[in-house]
């Protein structure tokens, strides 16, 4: 669906040696611009420049692709203002995506951080917008698959090519191995799901990242990574597992779990004994 936008006053926060155009819209149904949404699952992120050189130009902030409002706010108490994003939000996905980056994961390519004008509220605070601009390889996320078009997933999936015959394994590798990477650093995403992977295999969104580099500052989330940590294995498979159904793949959860295994990560068996 298409979007109307305007351009808004802006300052650029942060900014990277890959970024180019600036595009500080912000959804506006009486604008001059358009955005676009590639599915209803994507509630505050658009594309805004159509594919160019293989990469599709995203931002976040820009509003609501839905409501018949750009901004909504649930509760004065303790709510949130939908569709917008705070710096500081802003800043840390910005930063911790580079870090992941150079860790040799695939992810979006950060461009710019644009501090607004305005504030948004977040919790019990008012704090101050801004945009995040990204480009990827793919803006379809793996839950997007009912919304994909045919032809654009199977160009795709074409680039997946390695030992295994079945699409879902060659994911699993990928997956596996980021999933390697980031424990081996001590890093947990914290929102490992379909929604977080692009088709292009790319991990997003790392707001609830947590890195050495950027802990919680809340004493109390730090004492639960440990625990948390650890679920991000099963969660790893079910995104392996929903690749698999997507493609119309019968799952081979022998390879799969070996793929884990070979990568260090154990699934202990648990016998359940009935009375």
């Known amino acids: 669906m298409n979007f109307k936008a305007d351009n808004v006053p802006y300052n650029v926060v942060c900014s990277t040696d890959l970024a180019e155009a600036i595009y500080p819209l912000v959804r506006n149904d009486m604008g001059q611009h358009t955005i676009s949404c590639v599915s209803p699952t994507h509630g505050r992120s658009f594309v805004l420049r159509t594919e160019e050189n293989g990469r599709w130009i995203v931002g976040k902030g820009n509003g609501l692709s839905y409501t018949t409002h750009p901004f909504v706010l649930t509760s004065p108490v303790n709510g949130e203002t939908w569709g917008g994003l705070s710096l500081d939000n802003a800043v840390r996905d910005f930063n911790i995506s580079n870090e992941i980056s150079r860790l040799g994961i695939k992810t979006n390519k950060m461009e710019y951080v644009l501090s607004l004008d305005a504030n948004i509220i977040q919790g019990d605070k008012q704090c101050q917008a801004a945009l995040l601009q990204y480009s990827v390889e793919c803006p379809y996320r793996i839950c997007d698959f009912g919304f994909i078009p045919k032809e654009e997933l199977l160009k795709t999936i074409s680039r997946w090519s390695g030992v295994h015959l079945q699409k879902h394994l060659y994911a699993a590798e990928i997956l596996v191995e980021n999933l390697r990477i980031l424990h081996h650093n001590n890093i947990m995403h914290n929102a490992m799901h379909p929604q977080n992977y692009t088709w292009a295999l790319e991990l997003d969104d790392f707001e609830a990242l947590r890195t050495d580099t950027y802990p919680y500052d809340n004493a109390d989330y730090e004492a639960y990574v440990s625990m948390l940590i650890k679920i991000e294995v099963i969660q ?14 019968i799952p081979d959860y022998y390879a799969i779990e070996k793929i884990f295994q070979n990568k260090g990560f154990e699934l202990k068996e648990l016998q359940v004994k009935q009375r």
């Open 236 to 249: 790893t498979y079910e995104i392996v597992n929903y690749i698999a159904w997507c493609l119309g793949e």
